[in-house]
Structure formats: structure tokens, C-alpha cells
């Protein structure tokens, strides 16, 4: 089965480290998003992107997140600098321009900020 | 704008017995509605989905759901649980009908006690 790939699975960092998180969406798939997951928000939109150009980034701090995709392989989310309350899962998924397929999702990244 | 509410942050049903997840939607176009399944420590996984098709939609693990436009509803049920049905479940919307992100409900987790 193809899958959404996103490393590392875990990451505990101090505050103010920067924190790279990467997200190898599924071959062929033209859309990504980023999704943050806490207790207290549920799942939050941070990003997304269409054929490698963000289409929304309306959910994410911009003074300290950032997402990119460098190519159609590789999507990155950046925080820098890191905080506490950035500690949460984040999941990348993948899919086709119409949703009538539904979406795809990684494993997420489990993110402590210590 | 599209938003999902789920009733019930918790449901526990006995093995065997019947499972209803509620979920209520509002959309100002046609709706995509998901069913998305999250195990403990993975990603979320696609249960099933309406994409303006048949209103009774069937997915995986015997799970099914009613797209009812008059009650904007889209309710999840399984006619017996199985003890491996315990997880958590969220109801999407696609935020611009067929195109867009998903804006997913709070989650309902669920227990199946033997």
C-alpha cells in the first residue's frame, strides 16, 4: 500500500532549538497539508499546498513556522524558535486536487518541547 | 464557512452491541463528508466518505453512514462491536465542496467493554 512518510516519529527538543519536520507524501499525489493535533484544538490546519505551492498558510504563527516543498517529494515544516506550547503531534497528508478520494495521512510526528 | 460538530466526546458500548457516532455538519455548498479513524500512536485512517452519491455509504470494518441533508447529518454506525473498534473517530468536511482542506470535528473516542 502506498503511505505517507513523515520522520522523525518522535522528536524532544528545549526550547528555542529549531525543529525540521519532513513529510514524503505519496507518488503522484499533488496536494499536502500539515495538521497539528492537540488535546485542547483537536486538529488544526496549519498549511497547504498544491503542486508545490502553498495555497494556505492561514493556520500557522508566521514568526516562527514555516512549510515548504522543495520538490514533489518533500514537504518540510519548520519551527524556529521552538516552544513549549508547540509540543503536540503533527501530521502531514496527501492526495489528489478533489477530494473525492479523501486524503491520506502519515504517522505523524510526536513534537516535545521541553 | 463548513464546520463539524460531534456529540459526545465519549462513548462506551458493550461487545456486540450497536455503535452510533453522531456528527452534524454545516456547509454553504454540496458537501464531501468523511469518516476518518485514529488508533492509539498512529495517523488517521479513511473509514468511508459521501461524495454527493448514494446517500447510505458503506466503508471498512462494517462501518456505515447516512448523509441526511434535512437534519445536516452524517451519522457513523457499525450493527456490532468488535473490542478492536475501540479508537477515536472524526467527522470531516471538505471545506469547498469538492476542492480544499478537511475541517475535522473534536473526535469521538470510543470503548467497547467486553
Known amino acids: 500500500d502506498a503511505r505517507v512518510t513523515q520522520t522523525p516519529r518522535h522528536k524532544v527538543t528545549e526550547m528555542g532549538q529549531e525543529v525540521t519536520m519532513r513529510c514524503q507524501p505519496i507518488l503522484g499525489h499533488n496536494t499536502v497539508f500539515w495538521y497539528r493535533q492537540t488535546m485542547m484544538q483537536g486538529l488544526e490546519l496549519l498549511a497547504y499546498f498544491r503542486n508545490r505551492a502553498p495555497l494556505d498558510d492561514s493556520g500557522m504563527p508566521k514568526d516562527r513556522f514555516s512549510a515548504e516543498m522543495p520538490d514533489a517529494t518533500l514537504a518540510t515544516l519548520k519551527i524556529q524558535p521552538s516552544e513549549p506550547r508547540d509540543s503536540a503531534v503533527y501530521f502531514c497528508?496527501?492526495?489528489?486536487?478533489?477530494?473525492?478520494?479523501?486524503?491520506?495521512f502519515g504517522s505523524g510526528t510526536r513534537l516535545t518541547v521541553v | 464557512a463548513q464546520s463539524v460538530t460531534q456529540l459526545g466526546s465519549h462513548v462506551s458500548v458493550s461487545e456486540g452491541a450497536l455503535v452510533l457516532l453522531r456528527c452534524n455538519y454545516s456547509?454553504?455548498?454540496?458537501?464531501?463528508l468523511f469518516w476518518y479513524v485514529q488508533y492509539p500512536n498512529q495517523g488517521l485512517q479513511l473509514l468511508l466518505k459521501y461524495t454527493s452519491a448514494a446517500t447510505l455509504v458503506k466503508g471498512i470494518n462494517g462501518f456505515e453512514a447516512e448523509f441526511k441533508k434535512s437534519e445536516t447529518s452524517f451519522h457513523l454506525t457499525k450493527p456490532s462491536a468488535h473490542m478492536s473498534d475501540a479508537a477515536e473517530y472524526f467527522c470531516?468536511?471538505?471545506?469547498?465542496?469538492?476542492?480544499?482542506?478537511?475541517?475535522f470535528g473534536k473526535g469521538t473516542k470510543l470503548s467497547v467493554k467486553p
Open positions: 497528508a496527501s492526495g489528489f486536487r478533489d477530494t473525492y478520494y479523501g486524503y491520506t
Open positions: 470531516a468536511v471538505s471545506a469547498g465542496g469538492s476542492q480544499g482542506n478537511l475541517i
Open positions: 456547509s454553504s455548498v454540496p458537501p464531501y
